[in-house]
């Protein structure tokens, strides 16, 4: 298995939420998780704090461009944060039910 957790963020929860569905209906992602976060960073030279939402989507590596593609597309952000790990360990019949329900 070749799973992957890509992340993004969001300013509402309007927004995570429409993300979060296209993803998964476009068989992009088998599930997403949305959280409320605080961000903290740097944006044009001033220190920001803001309330924003995560979004994690699980999906295997081969669908990494169209995950990213995708949320680009939809995201209101200038500069979107998208970014992935790989999950290393994994509950085989988990990972098995990712796959079937990505592509």
Known sequence: MNLIAVVTTVG???????IATALV????????QISQIESV???????????EFRVLFKT???HYQDVEEAIRSMHSY???AIHAFAI?????PYGAWVEENTG
């Open 88 to 92: 290393e360990h994994v509950y085989a």
């Open 78 to 80: 200038e500069l979107p």
């Open 25 to 32: 209906e476009r068989r992009l992602a088998a599930c997403a």
């Open 60 to 62: 295997t590596a081969a």
């Open 12 to 18: 509402s929860m309007e927004e995570a939420r429409a």
């Open 41 to 51: 960073y740097r944006w044009k030279g001033d220190i920001q704090r803001d309330p």
